[in-house]
């Protein structure tokens, strides 16, 4: 059995880091009264989900099941509420089922919960790491509480490593002390920024620690190699947007430094290197704009660069690339223009209809001329500097500016 499984917290007594079920908590307070409800727990991987709802179950006495969205399916759970109706009628026993990673289930899916849920047939505690606002269905949570979860902190994995090498190596136990020399206050916090808030692959990378303290003679910075290869880093959650996110943002804010961070952040978790290409090449118009419109070719260049030359070369494209993002002049000049003209045809439909002015209208056939199309319109190359009074707008937005002229807006950190 894995080290996580073995030091799980049986009660809600040993949970850490969450105050909904900590000795005041809100959560803590239903259960204690006997009035468990229908529950979604919302919170980024190894926050307790899974531990709070076992947890539950053995404070309730409840009957427990536990299914995966991955892995069942809607006959599943079908099978579950009968067996859990029948369990109510014939003991009074009720069951709490809980459902994995819950938003894997398509919205249509999720009716399966409804009657049950409605008729408390079961006790429903769904898991997600993804927006419940988002992915699960609205009749589903208006029958239940929606609980966020917090992202533990360092201390509270820190405590839970501690905890979790005393239950491996009591004090009585031989090989204590080289444990302990290998492991100790300051791997325990490196270990715990390790796993960025979550206690499963801080628990895992300490068994793998544990392990690799039996090797003869090996000192604390070999095992800090070796972990280095397990990195986790979730390619489709929320950390898979939240990295690309701090990139983007720290190309915006010209910091080359973040940009390289995140950038190697990404690769080091096995991220699609062709991903991250794509979205620089958005940043390239988005951010830098008018400033330096070579950045659009850079960024395309990038792109097809990683598609012929692939990984680990690639990354050296792509570092090149985010860093003269990053160091590049700045402007949303062009952003910000179609962003006003997508607003104004949002505030008045009439104007997807405007008649295009006649004299801009093309006159590829000879009804077409007869009717004037392009008529009056003047070739801008046949003036000097191609310049000519003409209006290119709709009669109906004569004078509107899309375009200003600043590259940036106004307002003023009051933290410079």
Same mark, same amino acid.
């Given at each position: 059995?894995?080290?996580?499984?073995?030091?799980?917290?049986?009660?809600?007594?040993?949970?850490?880091?969450?105050?909904?079920?900590?000795?005041?908590?809100?959560?803590?307070?239903?259960?204690?009264?006997?009035?468990?409800?229908?529950?979604?727990?919302?919170?980024?991987?190894?926050?307790?989900?899974?531990?709070?709802?076992?947890?539950?179950?053995?404070?309730?006495?409840?009957?427990?099941?536990?299914?995966?969205?991955?892995?069942?399916?809607?006959?599943?759970?079908? #099978?579950?509420?009968?067996? *859990?109706?029948?369990? %109510?009628?014939? !003991?009074?026993?009720? &069951? /709490? +089922?809980?459902?994995?990673?819950?938003?894997?289930?398509?919205?249509?899916?999720?009716?399966?919960?409804?009657?049950?849920?409605?008729?408390?047939?079961?006790?429903?505690?769904?898991?997600?790491?993804?927006?419940?606002?988002?992915?699960?269905?609205?009749?589903?949570?208006? #029958?239940?509480?929606?609980? *966020?979860?917090?992202? %533990?902190?360092? !201390?509270?994995?820190? &405590? /839970? +490593?501690?905890?979790?090498?005393?239950?491996?190596?009591?004090?009585?136990?031989?090989?204590?002390?080289?444990?302990?020399?290998?492991?100790?206050?300051?791997?325990?916090?490196?270990?715990?920024?390790?796993?960025?808030?979550?206690?499963?692959?801080?628990?895992?990378?300490?068994?793998?620690?544990?392990?690799?303290?039996?090797?003869?003679?090996? !000192?604390?910075?070999?095992?800090?190699?070796?972990?280095?290869?397990?990195?986790?880093?979730?390619?489709?959650?929320?950390?898979?947007?939240?990295?690309?996110?701090?990139?983007?943002?720290?190309?915006?804010?010209?910091?080359?430094?973040?940009?390289?961070?995140?950038?190697?952040?990404?690769?080091?978790?096995?991220?699609?290197?062709?991903?991250?290409?794509?979205?620089?090449?958005?940043?390239?118009?988005?951010?830098?704009?008018?400033?330096?419109?070579?950045?659009?070719?850079?960024?395309?260049?990038?792109?097809?660069?990683?598609?012929?030359?692939?990984?680990?070369?690639?990354?050296?494209?792509?570092?090149?690339?985010?860093?003269?993002?990053?160091?590049?002049?700045?402007?949303?000049?062009?952003?910000?223009?179609?962003?006003?003209?997508?607003?104004?045809?949002?505030?008045?439909?009439?104007?997807?209809?405007?008649?295009?002015?006649?004299?801009?209208?093309?006159?590829?056939?000879?009804?077409?001329?007869?009717?004037?199309?392009?008529?009056?319109?003047?070739?801008?190359?046949?003036?000097?500097?191609?310049?000519?009074?003409?209006?290119?707008?709709?009669?109906?937005?004569?004078?509107?500016?899309?375009?200003?002229?600043?590259?940036?807006?106004?307002?003023?950190?009051?933290?410079?």
């Amino acid at each position: 059995m894995p080290l996580a499984e073995r030091v799980r917290p049986k009660s809600l007594d040993d949970v850490y880091g969450q105050q909904l079920v900590g000795e005041r908590g809100v959560l803590r307070g239903l259960i204690e009264e006997g009035r468990v409800p229908s529950m979604i727990l919302w919170g980024s991987a190894g926050c307790g989900k899974t531990t709070i709802a076992r947890a539950i179950a053995t404070q309730s006495k409840c009957r427990f099941i536990e299914i995966s969205a991955m892995a069942s399916g809607v006959n599943d759970c079908k #099978r579950i509420f009968s067996e *859990a109706k029948n369990e %109510l009628v014939l !003991t009074g026993r009720r &069951t /709490i +089922l809980f459902c994995d990673e819950i938003h894997r289930y398509t919205k249509t899916q999720q009716d399966v919960f409804l009657a049950p849920v409605e008729k408390g047939e079961i006790i429903l505690i769904g898991a997600t790491t993804e927006n419940p606002s988002f992915k699960v269905q609205n009749a589903l949570l208006s #029958r239940c509480r929606t609980f *966020a979860l917090k992202k %533990l902190l360092q !201390t509270d994995i820190e &405590t /839970i +490593l501690h905890r979790a090498i005393f239950y491996e190596s009591p004090p009585d136990e031989v090989g204590r002390s080289i444990i302990n020399k290998l492991l100790d206050a300051s791997m325990i916090g490196y270990l715990a920024r390790f796993a960025d808030g979550d206690a499963r692959t801080a628990l895992n990378l300490l068994e793998l620690a544990l392990g690799l303290t039996t090797t003869p003679g090996i !000192t604390q910075e070999e095992i800090k190699k070796s972990l280095t290869h397990t990195i986790t880093y979730d390619r489709t959650g929320d950390s898979h947007y939240d990295a690309i996110s701090a990139l983007h943002k720290s190309i915006r804010g010209s910091d080359p430094d973040g940009a390289v961070f995140w950038l190697a952040r990404m690769l080091k978790g096995g991220e699609d290197p062709l991903f991250i290409a794509r979205r620089m090449v958005v940043m390239a118009s988005e951010d830098i704009g008018l400033a330096d419109s070579s950045m659009l070719s850079l960024a395309t260049a990038t792109f097809t660069a990683v598609q012929q030359v692939g990984m680990p070369e690639a990354r050296i494209n792509l570092a090149h690339c985010a860093v003269a993002l990053a160091l590049s002049k700045k402007s949303t000049r062009s952003y910000r223009a179609l962003g006003k003209a997508m607003e104004l045809y949002e505030n008045d439909l009439s104007l997807a209809s405007a008649p295009v002015p006649i004299h801009l209208r093309n006159a590829p056939t000879k009804l077409m001329k007869e009717l004037g199309y392009g008529k009056e319109y003047k070739y801008n190359p046949d003036y000097k500097d191609g310049k000519v009074k003409q209006e290119y707008l709709p009669e109906e937005l004569k004078g509107t500016v899309f375009l200003d002229e600043m590259d940036l807006g106004t307002k003023v950190d009051p933290d410079l």
